[in-house]
């Protein structure tokens, strides 16, 4: 690990760009790899990677400052981000990231003179069943506690290896607490994937032989894709990321497609706070997560996969790449898979810390290696998408589902869910409860059901769907969550009888103005409009003129908002005007308007500029 | 005849430019003197609002203590309070000072100044103390509706009145807040 002074291009840079094959796109993978060697981007690298690339230079800094874990400052040998989701900061995560600044004598935000270390905040990283979490050098920690904060502020000042450090530290575990059919047992491997191909008619032994195109081998993919797509419609199947739009519509666009080099995304993003259920199927269901694109792959007719991943989930990179290796050897990807005419491969890109890239066009132009800011809805990615081909993008679970409806047949996944919501859906339960983890049920679930088995029916409160979803109290825990009721992401975190939802809707507020990419002014100037709404009322500021003036800042972004971001930033906080109105009223101080700073301190520096004490010389913050 | 609407209006940090664009509704002045009374305003050179009126017009944004009592005295004695004008809505020109401690202002004025003799910051208790930053009106105190442009043109200044004297909504059409 170099710091920040000695950097020199050709031996440093020069490596990284060429196993990129300096490749403009893979912009932002060449500038994450940069990022972690020096934990920062170097001046030189900015003006090398644009001459290399052949870019303007503002497209390179324009990227490095849109994702927050690519900086133009150094950020220490140890860059240590504290998760700040409401499931952290009740688990007090304020007071430790506070105690181990004070033990290393860092301020908060800032590199310590000596370059040795920094400590920041970051959004969610996924690991809220086993929070209080942090990332060291982009690696998870979980399950901290003041001991090894301790032990941490010890380690670092002793300048330890993140090598050496004690690997409990670092253990992640998938706590699924309660599996369904979909995910009782991963599936072998190739099964599904057999299945699919089978479809089309026998797999010929003499194909094997010759791995020739021929018309036989296109007519079995052709077969073999249109059988898949009628159970993937049979399943109802309906994408698991939030929105459940039909995947079999989707899937059907792609392939009817006029244009070629189609692509299958997989949306590992997952920056939704409280959600952790990829994280979990990439770790134990990585196979049939790859055999999902795969199968995609055939029916859409596309050579080429892109897993997207946050880079929270860095860690799990050797483990993926390697299922991947594994899969190529075992004839699943490739060329000639399973020896029939399908050919495929599957590739990883990374985030870099923004939820906005969650959002599949963002997500499309952060793999373009672009700053990842939402396109106009159309023409749909189905139709234009990565690299204006037609492109299929779904969720993790999505995948995951589709090799199981491959496997065992859409009318035996169509058995469990609702009406309007087949199958089983997976839940990331984090909060207050007894059994935090992944808990799998049928859609149709009711909230009072899941807080049951997991232990947290005195909760006062519960936000379903992450902060873009629904804050329920507890006169609605009996609403079943599926498509045509309270829709879901797969989230629920559990606030308890002592918490204060104030707090958490200070949060959500406060990520919403974070991760608002400043496309469109209703998102951007909205979401800070409301924090500091928020941040009005904590200081008892706040009047019934305040919420007035909330609602109609919520309704302008709701309705003029470029994207989801914006259409649902205001959610918990009208959502908690309507459940939890008490939240608000009883931090009024006053029926009428009063200023949101304190406005006699506003004076003071004139105050003592000039000397004077004079009863003029001061304001009352209420009119006398 | 009905009983005329009471007006009044004053400039705080502002430059007088939102009141000259109000003069400059030319002859249509004395057809708005048939409807409406002015109570305090730089019309009449009137120092107080005298009783209750119904409307308030108010131009420049708040830099000073003095600012904020008689944004004050406004809003108790308005019904209806409109900020007029760039500096009233967003703190406009004035709030540029924004950028630099009131400390880094003042030395530049009054101490570091070309050509100040007998350097020292003003602390007459008569000079109103200023604010550390120049806030727009809805900082300080509610505002029922924002007439924008710097300043608002004679014409947005008189559709504004006359749909609100007509009891509408004075949302302005997009023809009078276009400004290339």
Redesign the interface.
Known sequence: MQSASVVHPEEHLLPILQRHGSDPGKLLQILIEIQHAFHCIPPEAEGLLAEKLRLPLVRVRGVVEFYSFLSRSFQGEVVIHFSDNITDQMAGNRQLAEALCAKLGVKLGETRTDGRVSVRFTSCTGMCDQGPAALVNYLPLTRLTPDRIDAIAALVEGKVPLEAWPRAFFQVDSQIRRSDVVFRNPLEPGVALRASLERGGEILEEWAEDMAPSDARRHHLERGGAETLKEIYAAELRGRGGAGFKTGIKWESVRHAKMGNRYVLCNADEGEPGTFKDRVLLTDYADMVFEGMTICGHVVGSKKGILYVRQEYWYLRDHLEGVLRWRREAGLLGEGILKTGLDFDIEIHWGAGAYICGMESAMIKSIEGRRGIPRRRWPLPVHQGYLKRPTVVNNVETFAAAAVISARGGAWFAFNGTQQSSGTKLFCVSGDCERPGLYEYPWGVTIREMLRDAGGLDAKGAQVGGPSGTLVGPEEFDRRVCFEELSSTGTLMVFGPHQDIFEAVKNFSAFFQHESCGLCTPCRVGTTLLANYVKKFEKGYGSPVDLEEVQLVAKVMKTMSHCGLGQTASLPITDSVRKFPDIWTERMQTMEFVPAFDLDGALEEARSLTGRTDAAAHLTHLEA | MAEKLKVATCSLAGCFGCHMSLLDIDERLLELLEVVQFDRSPINDLKHISQPVDLGLIEGGVCN?EN?HTL?EF??MCKILVAVGECGITGGIPSMRNSF???EC?DESYIRGMGVEFAH???D?EI??????V?PLH????IDHFLPGCPPSADAIWYFLTELLAGRDPSLPRELIRYD
């Not at chain 2, 109103?128 to 930053?133: A, V, Y």
């Not at chain 2, 900082?139 to 509610?142: A, D, E, G, L, R």
């Open positions: 203590a904020v004050r809003r108790s401690t009131l400390k003042l910051i003003p602390d208790p109103p103390l200023l604010l550390n930053r806030r900082h300080i105190v509610k």
